[in-house]
């Protein structure tokens, strides 16, 4: 249960990075979160991706 609210609140800032990364500065979670994303392999960085970009297409309904 903590992974996954681990990884629902990384969606969360990893979508907000692309809007947001020029306006202000990430929070001590949101830093955590993305240093978390940086430790994944690569195949895991990837599946991540499409896991967001479905997530995007889910939401534009």
Sequence with gaps: ????QGIIGFLGVFSGLSI?????RLSSE??????????????DRIAMR?????MHR????
């Design 1 to 4: 249960m903590a992974k996954a």
């Design 30 to 43: 949101e830093v955590k979160l993305v240093e978390q994303y940086r430790e994944l392999s690569e195949s």
């Design 50 to 54: 499409y896991l967001v970009d479905a």
């Design 20 to 24: 947001s990364r020029r306006s202000r």
């Design 58 to 61: 889910v939401s534009q309904f």
